[in-house]
């Protein structure tokens, strides 16, 4: 038995919500980056399972688009981990629902 | 395309990204967050991917896991390895996994197998990249460079 | 041909071995096949580890003027078993504040890639263990689990040595891992390939008869080599850049807290690493498992390959005998302001060479891209000025 498009996708969806998970209930900056990391990781793997069981496997539509996916993740990451650490230099912390203040 | 190598890839992919998104300690949720990406690699060699998956580990596992490992070190205080939890956060992913995996289930033209291929080589994504996709390649060059001059910018020391 | 049989002697032995087999199922061949690379290739280098751990010591002596190991057995050959059996019957400390779980992971994290990277190098003629169309790629992406290690090292320890070694080790091989891949890039390009045998097969045939194709034999080529030779030298935390392990500033850097077989498996995957970084290098540059000369062929291919391993490890341990530690941010200076550039140039060095049809013309031109870069260079960045009082970054 070989598995089908139809586990594919639920694994993915199960990854895209504990990546939701993550960024939406916890409070340190660094889970929320972790959570929209696995969030984007999650939509990689559909695009490739998409390619894979789509019917022109000939084309890789998908493989490219996630190529592109994974090199815009890196960028995020970057800029989001800089931000986390300006943050904490600022305001020495990264729990999120303490920088409530609109002044510098 | 094995159904056992899709189950227990599948098991240690989601039980990681569960540990990452619910342990305790950050330092061990980022390591479980590799264990998370290394089980996705392992989806993309198991899909006929070879070279998604080992960009996959290069660019997740040696660059942004190291660069989450070193923001810890960077701003790491004791008192704050715990700092509450939001349970509004798990009704919404339980809600949205219910919705999705009800929207995948329903739709019959989905348990398809999957068809026949030959391999996709390298050599192949390079000329396609190369050709079909070259405006896209040089726009993520752009982008990589921007998010570089950024990300340097906003960690650059404040004058005082 | 006789030479052939030789030699072939090995990969002909591993069919025979798998002719037992013929009646197994398919998966069970695949197996039989898989496991006898990896003890293949463990054997190997397990032996090559042993032997140039007690022959690093010998010649660091000799540099040194003194003897190094000669008391155990011929020549202090048996050095190694006694040190062997030395860290294995000692106490295995784990500290009572560390983190036990990342603690006991850490060694073998830092094990289990550089073994990996070693299956994707060609040691001669069909004999790769682990051949893949993205071979190259295969190796730097195992190659950088190293450095979670590390991290893991440090952090697992608790304790204040070990977190700023790993900091160093990390922040330094984060930064020479890209020159280490970017001086890999014209080889890939002028090869059209990232299979390590495709690039191993380009070298092959002589100019004119008699001179080697290899790629060291260009200017880009040789910048290329010296640059990666250079940020291997700080992938495996190898003097003169070991400053995350320098004993003198922070004890054992990320590996204080490990003791008897852990602190072996850490000093097995430098060596590893070391063999792997010097494997790729030969593979890139030195032609892999090519004859220097056409009418050398007839000694065996996989004779030549680690003829230039072991050339390449002695230099290694001739470095270490020679030249002292660098400072820790000169190290990372270094890394950024020269080698990023001189890498980025052997890729336009290359791109001419290649234009110009690998011809005289091309030879000449791509000299003269590098030479102009590295004079306006060595121009730019005159050190002698920079020779002030030292500030800490990461170290506050």
């Known amino acids: 038995m070989t598995p089908t498009l139809t586990l594919f996708l639920i694994v993915s969806a199960a990854l895209f919500c504990i990546g939701l998970l993550a960024a939406l209930s916890r409070r340190h900056a660094i889970f929320i980056l972790i959570g929209i990391e696995m969030m984007l990781a999650a939509a990689n793997l559909n ?16 493989v490219m688009v996630a190529i592109f996916s994974i090199a815009i993740a890196a960028a995020e990451a970057a800029v989001g981990v800089a931000l986390v650490i300006a943050v904490y230099r600022h305001y020495r912390t990264t729990n999120v629902t303490k920088l409530d203040r609109l002044k510098g | 395309m094995s159904a056992s190598a899709f189950v227990v890839i599948a098991i240690v992919t989601v039980a990681g990204a569960l540990a990452a998104a619910c342990l305790r300690k950050l330092i061990h949720a980022a390591l479980c967050l590799v264990v998370a990406f290394l089980g996705i690699a392992a989806f993309y060699f198991l899909l006929g991917a070879e070279f998604v998956g080992l960009v996959q580990v290069f660019v ?18 004791e008192d704050e390895d715990d700092v509450g939890f939001n349970w509004g956060g798990v009704i919404v992913a339980l809600a949205v996994f219910g919705v999705l995996s009800w929207a995948i289930l329903k739709t019959t033209s989905l348990s398809i197998a999957p068809p026949a291929i030959e391999a996709l080589t390298v050599k192949r994504i390079g000329q396609i990249l190369m050709t079909d996709y070259i405006w896209p390649l040089q726009c993520v060059g752009v982008l990589l460079t921007a998010a570089l001059i950024g990300a340097l910018v906003l960690v650059m020391e404040e004058k005082r | 041909m006789r030479g052939e049989a030789i030699d072939q002697i090995f990969v002909r032995t591993k069919h025979w071995l798998l002719s037992f087999l013929t009646n197994a199922p398919d998966w069970a061949q695949q197996v039989a096949s898989s496991l006898l690379n990896i003890a293949a290739v463990l054997a190997v280098f397990m032996t090559l580890f042993a032997l140039i751990s007690v022959l690093e010591r010998k010649i660091l002596g000799r540099i040194q003027n003194r003897y190094g190991p000669n008391r155990v057995g011929p020549f202090g050959l048996l050095q190694p078993l006694a040190d062997g059996i030395k860290l294995l019957i000692k106490e295995d400390i784990v500290p009572v504040r560390a983190d036990k779980v990342v603690h006991f992971l850490a060694p ?12 994707v190098i060609p040691y001669g003629r069909n004999m ?27 952090w697992g320890s608790n304790n204040k040595f070990s977190m700023l070694g790993a900091m160093r080790a990390i922040a330094q091989m984060v930064s020479y891992e890209l020159p280490l891949i970017i001086t890999v890039l014209p080889v890939v390009m002028i090869v059209g390939s990232l299979s390590p045998d495709a690039i191993v097969e380009a070298q092959g045939g002589y100019a004119s008869g008699f001179a080697p194709r290899w790629f060291v034999f260009t200017p880009w080529g040789a910048a290329a080599f010296i640059l990666f030779f250079v940020s291997g030298l700080v992938e495996s935390n190898r003097t003169p850049f070991d400053v995350p392990e320098g004993e003198s500033e922070i004890v054992a850097g990320h590996m204080t807290e490990y003791s008897g077989f852990k602190y072996a498996t850490f000093f097995l995957a430098e060596y590893f690493g070391m063999f792997a970084v010097s494997g790729l290098a030969v593979t890139l540059f030195l032609g892999g498992w090519h004859a220097p000369l056409p009418w050398l062929e007839v ?16 230099v290694f341990v001739w470095i270490r005998g020679t030249l002292p530690r660098m400072r820790v941010d000169h190290v990372m200076g270094f890394a950024w302001k020269f080698m990023m550039p001189m890498a980025f140039t052997c ?5 001419v060479w290649h234009y110009q049809a690998h011809g005289i013309s091309g ?21 002698r000025r920079n020779l ?8 506050e």
């Open chain 3, 347 to 351: 890729i336009l060095a290359a791109a």
């Open chain 3, 388 to 395: 002030s009082t030292r500030t800490y970054r990461f170290a």
């Open chain 3, 363 to 383: 030879w000449l031109w791509s000299l003269g891209i590098v030479l102009v870069v590295y004079l306006g260079l060595s121009r730019l960045l005159n050190t």
């Open chain 3, 108 to 119: 073998i994290m830092m094990a289990a890639p550089t073994i990996l990277a070693l299956g």
């Open chain 1, 47 to 62: 695009f490739i399972a998409f390619w894979r069981f789509g019917a022109e496997p000939q084309q890789p539509t998908g």
């Open chain 2, 60 to 77: 997740y596992v040696g660059a942004v896991a190291v660069l989450i490992v070193f923001t810890i070190l960077l701003t790491r205080r």
């Open chain 3, 128 to 154: 790769t263990a682990f051949a893949i169309d993205g071979g190259i790629l295969f190796f730097f992406a195992v190659g950088s689990a190293t450095e979670l290690a590390v991290f893991m090292a440090g």
């Open chain 3, 299 to 314: 000694i065996p291919s996989y004779i030549w390959f680690f003829l230039k391993l072991g050339a390449l490890l002695f």
